[in-house]
């Protein structure tokens, strides 16, 4: 892959911003935003540089604002930003540990244009932030605090007159008290679509809120909501007959009979259903209540002990056409076998995404159709094989058969080679995630072959001790993209490589980078004949 003109460009300008003095005249709104974005990436927001940052980049007209994970951004640089006259439609506020109160009501107040409004893990925001907060157009909201004042950082007061003023979210991702859920449910009513908080100890009353109130909601997440049963369930069924997206993973109250008989009144409107963890017993509730939804198109299963090889043939024998995306990941009690697989691979012909992790006694050969018919490999998109015994031909065809693949985890496969990941490279263009930890075999080689190949943007090496800042240097010329990388147990690669990583992505990466044997002495020099970056203290007659 290679760089884009603008975004070196714009790179450019990030860094030497104070030496031009005219700029803001010269770029697009845009530009603007994204250049904003990019210096709070890169930690430079210098207090020296602040009225140059304003008087360029701080316009009215600025509609999306982005700010994660950077300490220099602070109530002066967001009061700055209010003050530019700015009608937001966009404001995404993320680890800012600097901003109080006072910062935020500055950035938001008169700020009716908003559409999405997303703060997260702010350490010294209170509900007092949220008093000043009208926009009657706002749809998408996240309140995520930090998990130890979560449960009590707004009261039930607060959160009815800040949601009585902005009464169209339709998407809500809030981390509160269970016992605040009918309020939500009270205030916003039939515009509320989609709901995410804990639900961990939520109780029957609550659900039911849910029922009288939001007849609207279409997506619900309720893994680990143990203490739910059968009677509110259906009545949230029967009421909320658009949902198309429902997670019941751990739902234990709900996996023993006569409770799992609210199985059967499930959503006919529902396109993705999840059961991960449920350790529900009856294959015939199981089989009967996913094949009776018309219109479901991706199934997650993890853990189920009902699901044997039998009651996935079964149901996919009946549904497996319009299956798009299957979840089988995790060991069960009466685990499936290659002979369930088979099913999947006869049945399931339109798939764009599998997950077939942690299965102890499966070899994948019996998917071998779905990889060797050029048409249905190229659906693939997503897929997880990284069963330990997994078959070697299996991963052979894997790896030149895809050429949509985006995300791909074998994690643990001690059997993957440099060559499997180089034809992987050649074969799979728009990869963007990748997991290789453990892939013992796996060197600099593949790595730098990989990263001139695909548009990178997630990747796991941890534990392949083999990789050097070789391989880190390829990474932060080829793939300007990559947001996250795992490099655990890496101790052949430096900090000072890892750094230099970060300085070249566009947005902020973030590195996971445990070396306990790392050592002291390393140091990093640029060879003026190659241009590239290397360890100094490695070469011969360096003292």
């Known amino acids: 892959m290679v760089w884009k003109l603008s975004d070196l460009c714009l790179q450019c300008v990030q860094q030497n911003l104070h030496r031009y003095p005219d700029l803001g005249s010269n770029l697009t709104t845009l ?80 700020q009716s244009s908003l559409l999405v409004l997303h703060f997260k893990y702010l350490k010294q925001m209170t509900q007092a932030a949220l008093n000043h907060i009208v926009a009657p157009k706002l749809w998408s909201l996240k309140l995520v605090h930090y998990y130890n004042s979560s449960k009590v950082w707004v009261d039930a007061a607060t959160l009815s007159n ?51 109130f939001c007849p609207n909601l279409k997506k619900l997440d309720l893994n680990g909501a143990k203490s739910i049963g059968k009677e509110s369930l259906i009545k949230l069924f029967q009421a909320c007959t658009q949902m198309v997206t429902l997670d019941l993973g751990y739902c234990s109250r709900i996996s023993s009979p006569p409770e799992c008989e609210v199985l059967w009144t499930l959503p006919q409107s ?7 963890g449920m350790m529900l017993q009856d294959g015939d509730i199981l089989v009967e ?33 319009r299956i798009l995306d299957l979840n089988l990941s995790g060991i069960g009690v009466n685990e499936i076998t290659d002979r369930g697989l088979k099913s999947v691979a006869k049945y399931c012909t339109h ?10 006694e499966v070899t994948g050969s019996t998917l071998m159709p779905i990889f060797t018919d050029p ?9 997880a094989a990284n069963c330990k015994k997994m078959d070697i031909n299996l991963l052979d065809q894997i790896m030149f058969s895809c050429p949509n693949l985006d995300m791909l985890d074998v994690s643990g496969l ?24 453990g892939c013992k075999q796996v060197t600099d080689t593949a790595i730098c072959y990989l990263s001139g190949c695909c548009p990178l943007k997630s990747m796991c090496v941890s534990g392949l001790h083999a990789l050097t800042d070789k391989s880190i240097f390829c990474l932060a010329s080829s793939c300007p993209q990559l947001e996250e990388i795992y490099l655990n147990g890496c101790a052949n690669v430096s900090p000072v490589a890892v750094q230099y990583l970060k300085d070249c992505c566009l947005h902020r990466l973030y590195v996971k980078h445990n070396i306990p044997n790392a050592s002291p002495n390393q140091l990093m020099a640029k060879n003026l004949d190659t241009g590239e970056f290397c360890r100094a203290d490695l070469l011969t007659g360096f003292k």
């Open 162 to 212: 800040f949601l009585s003023h902005n009464p169209s979210i339709r998407v809500l991702k809030i981390s509160i008290n269970h016992e605040l859920i009918p309020v939500i449910a009270q205030c916003l009513k039939g515009s509320l679509e989609e709901l995410n908080t804990s639900f961990q100890m939520v109780t029957d009353e609550s659900i039911e809120s849910l029922a009288d």
């Open 270 to 276: 529902l396109t993705s259903l999840s059961l991960c």
């Open 375 to 383: 048409e249905r490999a190229s659906k693939i998109k997503t897929l």
């Open 351 to 360: 798939l764009d995404a599998l997950h077939i992790s942690m299965l102890r």
């Open 414 to 437: 001690t059997s993957v080679t440099d060559a499997m990941i180089i034809t992987l490279a050649d074969h799979s263009p728009k990869l963007t995630q990748l997991n290789l930890k």
């Open 289 to 321: 209540c996913i094949t009776r939804l018309p219109r479901v198109t991706a199934i997650k299963l993890c853990g189920v002990p009902a699901v044997t090889d039998d009651t996935l043939s079964q149901i996919v024998e009946k549904i497996g056409h």
């Open 31 to 110: 530009h603007k935003e994204m250049l904003i974005e990019r210096l709070s990436c890169h930690d430079r927001f210098f207090p020296e540089h602040l009225g140059c940052i304003s008087s360029n980049l701080f316009t009215s007209s600025l509609r999306h604002i982005n700010l994660q994970r950077c300490s220099q951004i602070t109530d002066p640089v967001l009061q700055l930003l209010g003050q530019s006259g700015c009608k937001l439609e966009v404001l995404v506020l993320n680890k800012l540990d600097n901003v109080t109160d006072v910062g935020i009501q500055a950035i938001t107040s008169g």
